[in-house]
């Protein structure tokens, strides 16, 4: 069992900028898909960043393009979330997740999840 942990969620003001890190109880990150997913208080849980196994392709919603970025590093069996110019509508909690099959996590259908972390931007 793979078990995910987020870190670096916060408050930051409007504008700002934060960086969610998402570590690994297993090493899988070599080999795994993952992505970042969001659920803000109301709201469905959504789809954020999704990356291939090896980084070559990234997805990202309409809605954090050229804003958020998703990367990671093998070595460190850390996967990164860096958000910039953030906006009060990107108050949510933020949740990682992997899965052998990019699709799945595409899907929104990963096999293993974070247990996330607030983030909350004031405007």
């Known amino acids: 069992q793979v078990h995910l942990v987020e870190f670096g969620g916060g408050l930051v003001q409007a504008g700002g900028s934060l960086r969610l890190s998402c570590a690994a109880s297993?090493?899988?990150?070599?080999?795994?898909?993952t992505g970042w997913f969001r659920q803000a208080p109301g709201n469905e849980r959504e789809i954020v960043a999704v990356m291939s196994w090896n980084s070559t392709t990234t997805s990202y919603a309409d809605s954090v393009k050229g804003r958020f970025t998703i990367s990671k590093d093998n070595a460190k069996n850390v996967v990164y979330l860096e958000m910039n110019s953030l906006e009060p509508e990107d108050t949510a909690i933020y949740f990682c997740a992997a899965d052998d099959d990019v699709l799945l996590v595409a899907a929104g259908e990963p096999r293993y999840w974070g247990q996330g972390t607030q983030v909350t931007v004031s405007s």
């Open positions: 297993g090493r899988i990150f070599g080999t795994y898909a």
